[in-house]
């Protein structure tokens, strides 16, 4: 699919999918490393749910994969900012799910030309809970939100649009293990329980262009991962030089102390 129809197809409907990054063997390797550092730690850390490319070489390799890179680029434009990436795992059976959300709700960044990348590290299927979107939703504009407080609902407070969404108008971002899907920031989205009896792993990376500004909240980073950044909206991140090493815990602690208020949101 070429860039233009990519360009056509997300801007229509508010989403784009499948995107092939990695090949099913290099979404496997990324999944034991993960695996690898949960067993270590008793399961993945919150703090290390978002941004963690600041500390971790593989997946700041990752967020700047071309195959990545040039569809986002499509949709937003050349100059390119990683704002922050996050984990979204569904264990066996896990009654989780996430309420039909826009993502712009709480962010507080303008204008809404934030596109998120989800990517694949295991298969994402109707029967494991992949993401699911209402086609051209991004087109309605910001629709008011509640709190639900769900018990199983993976949002921090249960948010979900004030709307009565019919779930046949719901698509299945059905992916293999290493493709990703592109959804825009306004489009209403939601995921159902993961009824397998293996876990769906994904990662969400957030990307912006470089003129989005935050409307509140303290200064936040983000980082150039293409072309250049003549707005400085946000102060920009270094890139670590080796797992986990003290610059990059640093550098990490000091990002998610700014980015306190994407926790209670984005999960
Ligand atoms: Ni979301």
């Given at each position: 699919?070429?860039?233009?129809?990519i360009?056509e197809?997300?801007?229509?409907?508010g989403?784009?999918f499948?995107?092939?990054?990695?090949?099913?063997?290099?979404?496997?390797?990324?999944?034991?490393?993960?695996?690898?550092?949960?067993?270590?730690?008793?399961?993945?850390p919150?703090?290390y749910?978002?941004?963690?490319?600041?500390?971790?070489?593989?997946?700041?390799?990752?967020?700047?994969?071309?195959?990545?890179?040039d569809?986002v680029e499509a949709?937003?434009?050349?100059?390119i900012?990683?704002?922050?990436t996050d984990f979204?795992?569904k264990?066996?059976?896990?009654?989780?799910?996430?309420?039909?959300?826009q993502?712009?709700?709480y962010?507080?960044?303008?204008p809404?030309?934030?596109?998120?990348?989800?990517?694949g590290?295991?298969?994402s299927?109707?029967?494991?809970?992949?993401?699911?979107?209402?086609?051209?939703?991004?087109?309605?504009?910001?629709?008011?939100?509640?709190?639900?407080f769900?018990?199983?609902n993976?949002l921090?407070?249960?948010?979900?649009v004030m709307v009565k969404?019919?779930?046949?108008?719901?698509?299945?971002?059905?992916?293999s293990?290493?493709?990703?899907s592109?959804?825009?920031?306004?489009?209403v989205?939601?995921s159902?329980?993961?009824?397998?009896?293996?876990?769906?792993?994904?990662?969400?990376?957030?990307?912006?262009p470089?003129?989005?500004?935050?409307?509140?909240?303290?200064?936040?980073?983000?980082?150039?991962?293409?072309?250049?950044?003549?707005?400085?909206?946000?102060?920009?991140?270094?890139?670590?030089r080796?797992?986990?090493?003290?610059?990059?815990?640093?550098?990490?602690?000091?990002?998610?102390?700014?980015?306190?208020r994407?926790?209670?949101?984005?999960?």
């Amino acid at each position: 699919m070429s860039d233009s129809s990519i360009c056509e197809s997300y801007r229509t409907d508010g989403y784009y999918f499948p995107i092939r990054v990695l090949s099913p063997d290099e979404a496997g390797e990324c999944r034991r490393r993960l695996e690898a550092f949960e067993s270590e730690h008793q399961g993945l850390p919150d703090r290390y749910r978002f941004k963690t490319y600041l500390v971790w070489t593989w997946l700041d390799r990752l967020i700047r994969h071309p195959r990545i890179l040039d569809a986002v680029e499509a949709v937003i434009g050349p100059d390119i900012l990683c704002w922050s990436t996050d984990f979204f795992i569904k264990e066996p059976h896990d009654p989780g799910f996430v309420s039909w959300h826009q993502d712009s709700t709480y962010w507080g960044l303008e204008p809404p030309e934030v596109v998120t990348a989800w990517l694949g590290l295991t298969d994402s299927t109707e029967e494991n809970g992949c993401v699911r979107v209402v086609p051209g939703s991004h087109l309605d504009g910001q629709i008011t939100h509640h709190d639900t407080f769900g018990a199983d609902n993976l949002l921090s407070r249960g948010q979900e649009v004030m709307v009565k969404v019919d779930e046949r108008e719901g698509v299945d971002l059905t992916l293999s293990a290493g493709e990703a899907s592109l959804h825009h920031v306004l489009v209403v989205h939601g995921s159902r329980p993961n009824a397998s009896s293996d876990r769906r792993i994904g990662i969400a990376f957030r990307y912006l262009p470089t003129h989005v500004r935050q409307t509140e909240g303290v200064r936040e980073s983000a980082m150039l991962v293409r072309g250049v950044d003549d707005y400085g909206n946000f102060d920009l991140e270094p890139r670590p030089r080796a797992d986990f090493d003290e610059a990059a815990l640093a550098s990490h602690a000091d990002a998610m102390g700014r980015f306190e208020r994407f926790g209670e949101t984005s999960r």
